[in-house]
């Protein structure tokens, strides 16, 4: 199964993720690729930073499943080669909005998680928390509105995190629910 997570930035996806694939041995988490700098304290392994060059040489050759452009970035998920996915996994993309848009015409089955703020306060709490430079956050938080619109419009399953550890058991009886379709 392919699982989506998503959301604006700021919510909090990638401390979710990395609880979710402590929590769920059965998860296997595929890091994406982006041309965007990488903020201090992030970890080396959050995504494969790379230049747009290298970015765009991957994409002339088909490298990635989805990829878009957000906020002045590249951002994409390399194809899955089926020798690093361990057997059985389930796939965990952590990606934009547009790249899940893109994942669900691919698979209709994907399970599509949107992650969102408590508050757009909260929201702006967090992401000058982690360092975004003050445009950044004013354009992140614009673009939050049409992101919860559009995956509103894929039915992605919406899910607060107002509380760390409630968000991901939320997550985790979602995924659960949807391995026992």
Do not use: C
Request: glycine share 8%; charged share 30%.
């Amino acid at each position: 199964m392919v699982i989506v997570i998503s959301g604006p930035g700021g919510v909090g996806k990638g401390t979710i993720v990395e609880r979710l694939l402590v929590r769920d041995p059965q998860l296997w988490l595929s890091r994406s690729w982006t041309t965007r700098g990488q903020r201090p304290g992030e970890a080396d392994d959050a995504y494969r930073f790379v230049t747009r060059e290298q970015f765009e040489e991957a994409l002339a050759a088909g490298g990635f499943l989805e990829h878009t452009e957000f906020l002045g970035n590249l951002y994409g998920t390399p194809l899955p080669r089926p020798e690093i996915v361990p057997q059985g996994s389930d796939v965990v993309l952590e990606i934009e909005v547009d790249g899940a848009s893109q994942i669900k015409e691919l698979d209709p089955d994907a399970l599509l998680i949107f992650v969102v703020p408590p508050s757009p306060e909260e929201q702006e709490r967090r992401l000058r928390g982690r360092g975004d430079p003050e445009d950044i956050v004013q354009r992140r938080l614009a673009k939050a509105k049409d992101e919860i619109d559009a995956a509103a419009r894929l039915g992605a399953v919406e899910v607060v995190n107002d509380d760390l550890d409630h968000a991901v058991e939320t997550i985790l009886d979602v995924i659960r629910a949807a391995r026992n379709r």
